[in-house]
Nanobody, 117 residues
């Protein structure tokens, strides 16, 4: 069964931190590079960070470099996103999926991150 369950979002003040988790079914997770994506209101979904299947190579969009960290636990089919020094512009629904996933494939419900004072 194809499944992606994102969790860990919430309301946080600017400068705060959150840790997102994504539990994925093996069919999506195994041997695939994984990514965290986000979609803000009125904007297209964008790739925020990615990690190769072995965890050796990561990528971050410029706007989150130095603040976010992606990691994965292959034994648990789970990918994480540690978000520090959050800014209001980080407000979005965050999703995980395999790297390169199009809008036509299965997506989970995502987790809402709101950064506001």
């Amino acid at each position: 069964q194809v499944q992606l369950v994102e969790s860990g979002g919430g309301l946080v003040q600017p400068g705060g931190s959150l840790r997102l988790s994504c539990a994925a079914s093996g069919s999506i997770f195994n041997n695939n590079a994984m990514g965290w994506y986000r979609q803000a209101p009125g904007k297209q979904r964008e790739l925020v960070a990615s990690i190769t299947s072995g965890g050796g190579t990561v990528y971050y969009v410029d706007s989150v470099k130095g603040r976010f960290a992606i990691s994965r636990d292959n034994a648990k089919n789970t990918v994480y996103l540690q978000m520090n020094n959050l800014k209001p512009e980080d407000t979005a629904v965050y999703y995980c999926n395999f790297l390169g996933a199009s809008r036509y494939v299965y997506w989970g419900q995502g987790t809402q991150v709101t950064v506001s004072s």
